[in-house]
């Protein structure tokens, strides 16, 4: 593949909007997910990255003024509430699905703020250790797509860095990648003549199977979500994503700038899972975390009570809710005070971008410690465990059978010969509360089975 050449720069020192008559898209018509054959990690950049430092000091200016607001973006396909199937996912393979359905189980991938500004061996880290998790004796447990949790281009979504921050980091990963818009996707920096959101569209929200030129000569094509917010619908599992929008914090996923359109798909959304009966796991995703320890980014109260207004007025709340944005590993458990049910609440934004420790100065936190404590009308929230050490990026594993809801967290630096994971959380799906996780059997039993007879204990 011929090597590009530099982005021009634009005013304040970042690179130049896209050329106005870029390569075509190429039409294939079916998914296409990973490479033919794997392929060595890269050790620099294809284009050149310059410092962002002076647009942002125009930001934080604007910031101080308050002349920052939220975007509006494009009404997403489909109605009210937006829906995405796997199965549409996989290009209507029903075989698939089938198999999946028959195995018992869902096996798939989140992580967050995996851009990376400083070259790609930070994020290479995570998506080689996510590639393995591909080389499984069952076929069960075998990982069936990604969730990124926003901030997949850094730092504003640039469509001339999707090659280096995603498609390339990403080229070995043999399954369907879909994401949840950060806000360094929707951010647009200053003297940039382009909308919200376009290049974050135009990868993840296309109508068709394509092959953006931001691929640069790969062979994965553009996912086919319906717009920044949506329904995805998987075997055992249903993930409302929900786009927090563009601010550093809060996240807002609804006020006067931007309307309420999530809002109202919530409880579209809600509503239909408790009309369904639905009974499998069920998700909330966004980019903005609702509760963070320590970290340079607080706690998006707002969202969260617009969130919990309509989870009370339906009836019905999630058995999880996955975030990015922080940059570490963060794990809360929410307990309700009016019932008793728990619900875990996770910040996985150590995809690759510039890791972050809790604590700036001082000692980091003891956990588990309680961060809200139970009122009358006020939950209690724990902060259970991290991941903040300087370096450390992750991933998290995610397990749904129709009984339980298994989270689990790997460090990239346990590399390939680990297969246990540093932190992990189940859900009892009918209970709603924590639970221990009802391991498989891969056949170990089997052999201990056989030593007991010849004699062994």
């Known amino acids: ?85 796997l199965e549409q996912v996989f290009g209507g393979n029903k075989g698939a699905i089938q198999k999946i359905t028959s195995g018992g189980q869902i096996v798939f991938h989140a992580t967050g703020d995996c851009g990376s500004t400083r070259g790609p061996q930070t994020q290479n880290l995570v998506t080689d250790k996510m590639v393995t998790d591909f080389n499984e004796a069952i076929a069960k447990e075998v990982p069936q797509f990604c969730f990124l949790l926003g901030d997949i281009v850094y730092s504003f979504g640039e469509a001339q860095y999707y090659y280096d921050q995603f498609y390339e980091p990403y080229r070995d990963y043999p399954a369907p990648i879909l994401a949840a818009a950060g806000n360094h996707d929707g951010m647009v920096a200053p003297d940039v003549h382009t909308a919200s959101l376009a290049a974050f569209l135009r990868n993840f929200c296309s109508e068709t199977f394509v092959v953006t030129p931001a691929a ?19 075997p055992f599992v249903r993930i409302l994503a929900i786009y927090s929008n563009a601010l550093e914090d809060p996240g807002v996923i609804a006020n006067k700038t931007i309307g309420n359109s999530q809002l109202d798909y919530l409880k579209a959304a809600l509503t239909r899972v408790k009309s369904e009966k639905y009974a499998g796991a069920l998700m909330i995703a966004d980019h903005h975390p609702p509760y963070t320890a320590g970290s340079r980014h607080g706690w998006s109260v707002d969202l969260l009570n617009q969130i919990d207004s309509i989870c009370d007025t339906v009836g019905v709340r999630p058995h999880a809710f996955l975030s990015g944005h922080a940059h570490n590993y963060q794990r809360f458990t929410r307990t309700r005070t009016a019932d008793g049910t728990e619900i875990p609440y996770l910040v996985c934004g150590n995809g690759g971008h510039n890791a972050q420790p809790l604590a700036r100065t001082g000692s980091p936190p003891r956990a588990p410690q309680i961060i809200q404590p139970a009122q009358a009308h006020t939950d209690q929230v724990v902060l259970e465990n991290y991941d903040a050490a ?68």
């Open 1 to 85: 593949m011929p090597a590009r050449k530099p982005a021009q720069k634009r005013p304040g020192g970042a690179p130049a909007a896209p050329p106005a008559n870029p390569a075509p898209v190429r039409q294939v018509g079916h998914p296409v997910f990973a490479q033919p054959e794997p392929t060595a990690d890269p050790t620099k950049f294809r284009v050149n990255h310059p410092s962002d430092g002076p647009a942002y000091k125009k930001i934080d200016a604007l910031n101080k003024a308050g002349l920052i607001q939220p975007l509006p973006f494009p009404a997403p396909r489909g109605g009210v509430e937006p829906r995405l199937t």
């Open 216 to 234: 640069g000569g790969l062979s994965r094509t553009a996912q086919i979500q319906p717009g920044v917010f949506f329904t995805f619908e998987a």
């Open 390 to 457: 300087p370096g450390h990026f992750g991933y998290l594993r995610i397990v749904a059978t129709a009984a339980q809801l298994r989270i689990e967290y790997h460090p990239a630096s346990d590399g390939a010969g680990a297969k246990t994971p540093d932190d992990a959380v189940t859900v009892d799906l009918k209970t709603r509360k924590l639970a221990h996780f009802a391991a498989n059997d891969h056949g170990h039993s089997a052999q201990a089975r056989s030593l007991r007879r010849s004699g062994g204990r």
